[in-house]
Nanobody
């Protein structure tokens, strides 16, 4: 029904920048909120950022506020995550997710209906 594909991951040095992309296809009208999550080895998946697909509202985890920016390009059905001032703690597999309309701003994986396969981001110390 909905397919999400992430790209843009890679290796970057501390303080560097990286931009991730998430391309959506299929029934994209089903997606109301797009979110980014990350998971480091041995740790739980954590919320990073979210954006209303057809709106301007954005939400960020405290750990990335001021450094990461989530944006969208509806013409391309793509959501981006611009990451600046990267730190080793930002290392992990970053996954994009789509949520159908629901009350509030979803921050947990359970609230999202569609998932990409993830892209690795490694920040060298």
């Amino acid at each position: 029904q909905v397919q999400l594909v992430e790209s843009g991951g890679g290796l970057v040095q501390t303080g560097g920048s990286l931009t991730l992309s998430c391309a959506a296809s299929g029934r994209t009208i089903s997606i109301y909120t797009m979110g980014w999550f990350r998971q480091a080895p041995g740790k739980e998946r954590e919320f990073v950022a979210a954006i209303i697909w057809d709106g301007r509202s954005t939400t960020y985890a405290d750990s990335v506020k001021g450094r990461f920016t989530i944006s969208r390009d509806n013409a391309k059905n793509t959501v981006y995550l611009q990451m600046n001032s990267l730190e080793p703690e930002d290392t992990g597999v970053y996954s994009c997710a789509g949520a159908r309309p629901a009350l509030g701003q979803p921050r947990t994986p359970r609230q999202y209906d569609y998932w990409g396969q993830g892209t690795q981001v490694t920040v060298s110390s």
